[in-house]
């Protein structure tokens, strides 16, 4: 708050002025003969006067100004202490901006360590999983040939014992017993109806029937000449879940055409001439 401006009473000035005035009008009125000396004296009590009078004003003048230069000087003094604030505000804002950079920097560094053990160890799982991967791929594939080789066993086995049964179906067949033809047939059929469960099929070819290479195969592995004829199925073949497991083994015949035709006898020279 601004302190109130000094007051001068000014009634003692006045109050003077008027007598000094008072007195030079006497002066003039009732002195007849006034040397240059009464004159000199009332001039300077006019002056005095007039001086007395405005005096007051000045000396209130030069108070006030004072008062406002003392009163702008406390508010740049107020000023200056407020801009001291505002630099030591600032110089602790530097200071934690200083502090906030240096913890930054230190995140940073520690962020790009833990971003390289990161892709260290990345890289390290994924090398750990790329050999249990192939190892695990390695007994896999060790697993499944071994698979392989068992299923290849049974189904040679389960072939074995097919023929076996087919064998011995064809051996009651030619005993021409009925019952045992009837029975052996019936245990055939059971034998390969369980076959066929675990996708064994039997391939019977039909007799009296060119023989075909592509489809058939003799007991020897041997080939015959064109045109053979099959004329018993020695063993029937096999397929897997749809994939040929061994072809069927029948026996054949050399057809007529192929057989090499006998001469004819000759005549005696007797008939011919005739």
């Known amino acids: 708050m601004s302190e109130p401006a000094p007051r001068i009473s000014k009634l003692p000035f006045i109050f003077g002025d008027l007598l000094l005035l008072a007195s030079a009008g006497y002066i003039a009125l009732y002195g007849a003969s006034l ?21 007051p004003f000045v000396l209130e003048f030069r108070a006030l100004t004072k008062l406002l230069e003392s009163s702008a000087l406390g508010s740049v003094t107020e000023k200056i202490k407020d801009l001291d604030k505002v630099a030591a505000s600032i110089s602790n804002a530097v200071t934690e901006w200083q502090h906030l950079q240096q913890s930054a920097t230190q995140t940073v560094t520690a962020a790009e360590h833990i971003a390289e053990r990161m892709t260290a160890e990345a890289r390290n799982f994924g090398e750990i999983l790329s050999r ?3 190892t695990e791929k390695n007994h896999l594939r060790l697993e499944v040939e071994k698979l392989r080789r068992a299923e290849g066993d049974w189904l040679g086995i389960t072939v074995r014992i097919l023929d076996h049964i087919h064998a011995l179906h064809q051996a009651g067949v030619r005993s021409g017993q009925r019952n045992i033809v009837e029975q052996l047939s019936n245990f055939q059929h059971a034998c390969r109806e369980t076959a066929r469960r675990i996708g064994i099929l039997p391939v019977m070819p039909q007799t009296e029937i060119p023989f075909d290479p592509r489809a058939h195969r003799l007991l020897d592995d041997s080939t015959p000449d064109d045109g053979a004829i099959i004329t018993e199925v020695v063993a029937p073949g096999y397929t897997f879940q749809g994939q040929i497991v061994r072809l069927p083994v029948v026996s054949v015949k050399e057809s007529e055409s192929a057989q090499p035709k006998a001469e004819d006898p000759e005549l005696p020279l007797e008939q011919s001439a005739s």
């Open 35 to 55: 040397g240059k000396w009464q004159y000199a004296a009332m001039v300077a009590a006019v002056a005095f006067g007039a001086w007395l009078a405005v005096w």
């Open 132 to 134: 249990m991967n192939e």
